[in-house]
């Protein structure tokens, strides 16, 4: 039985990033899940705007929201909370998600985040913007792919996609030592596949991260890393 004092002590402990060389990937998935995923400035503030225009529709909302891997991450993990979802009946899709928080809820959200671009520089963001046009790449593709099947789920293919990277987007926004060292790696190494490095400096590969934190999280991305 854990003393209140062990629990806290857990919970400080789960905040800190991981020590290099002394870290595992269950570690990193407590590290991150302590976080809250930031969110672009410019997702932040159509969204705003979007809100306020009594004719926008879900599908609009949707559209926003889809573009932000993180911001797709949060809301789809706060509609499957037991709160909003006792049923655990899970929901795949924004638009599904939106109907269940209704709007007030995705603004608290949005207003509650903090904005992405404040936070990163230099390498940290550059890896961040990377990420994050990768993954949309991959989820146009994959959302247009899905179309040609009569059975085809586009919007849950395209999350699917979206959600690809979620642990390399994760992991530069939060890490900053071993972050840095895994970009020396980068820069000494030109020559080596990526996932040989992030395995040689971190012990596990951020693919392993990415299926990590959408399991903890109820989310189906992953599936395509």
Not at 21 to 30: A, E, P, R
Request: hydrophobic residues 35%.
């Amino acid at each position: 039985m854990t003393t209140e004092n062990e629990d806290l002590d857990n919970s400080e402990e789960a905040e800190k990033e991981p020590l290099f060389g002394n870290n595992t990937l269950d570690q990193w998935v407590s590290f991150i899940s302590s976080k809250e995923m930031p969110i672009f400035t410019h997702t932040a503030s159509l969204l705003s705007d979007m809100i306020q225009d009594n004719h926008s529709t879900t599908s609009d909302l949707s559209q926003i929201i889809l573009k932000d891997p993180a911001l797709t991450s949060k809301v789809l993990r706060m509609a499957n909370s037991s709160y909003y979802n006792p049923r655990v009946k899970k929901l795949k899709t924004i638009t599904r998600a939106i109907v269940v928080l209704g709007y007030n809820t995705i603004r608290e959200i949005s207003l509650s985040s903090s904005l992405l671009e404040p936070l990163l520089h230099g390498h940290h963001q550059e890896a961040v913007s990377r990420h994050v046009r990768r993954s949309i790449h991959a989820a146009v593709i994959a959302k247009e792919l899905v179309k040609s099947y009569p059975n085809g789920r586009p919007e849950e293919t395209f999350i699917a996609a979206l959600l690809s990277e979620l642990g390399h987007f994760a992991f530069w926004c939060f890490s900053k030592n071993i972050a840095d060292k895994l970009h020396e790696a980068q820069i000494e190494n030109p020559k080596t596949a990526p996932q040989k490095l992030e395995a040689k400096v971190l012990g596990f590969k951020l693919d392993q991260l990415t299926q990590s934190l959408c399991k903890k999280w109820n989310l189906d991305g992953g599936l395509l890393g």
